[in-house]
């Protein structure tokens, strides 16, 4: 199984960026996707997530209606739409993906990871 996570780099604060996450080698229709990201010096936090189906979202409560996640099941790729970004948003953001097709904000509940794409904002 490969999660490859891309699309980061550095970016003005209010700007945005969209992340992706290509899988390949697992059930990627069945499988609810995830988007964690990790601070320097902090610990991995819950960021987004999507149900296999997309019928079902659920985000950080700090960052509704900045970040948007979604899925192109055809694609077997995983997005995170971010907007209004912030230099606190500066993190590397990690993809991670459960065979549970429902979505879950601990990271314990997924089963596999990708390596991380870091996103930079400058005030």
């Known amino acids: 199984v490969q999660l490859q996570a891309s699309g980061g780099g550095l970016v003005q604060a209010g700007g945005s960026l969209r992340l992706s996450c290509a899988a390949s080698?697992?059930?990627?229709?069945?499988?609810?996707l995830g988007w964690f990201r990790q601070a320097p010096g902090k610990t991995r936090e819950f960021v987004a997530a999507i149900s296999w189906s997309s019928s079902s979202t659920i985000s950080a409560d700090s960052l509704k209606g900045r970040f948007t996640i979604s899925r192109d099941n055809a694609k077997n790729t995983a997005y995170l739409q971010m907007n209004s970004l912030k230099p606190e948003d500066t993190a590397v953001y990690y993809c991670?993906?459960?065979?549970?097709?429902?979505?879950?904000?601990?990271?314990?509940?997924?089963?596999?990871w990708g390596q991380g794409t870091l996103v930079t904002v400058s005030s």
């Open positions: 080698g697992l059930p990627f229709s069945t499988a609810a």
């Open positions: 991670a993906a459960r065979r549970d097709g429902s979505p879950y904000k601990l990271n314990t509940g997924y089963d596999y």
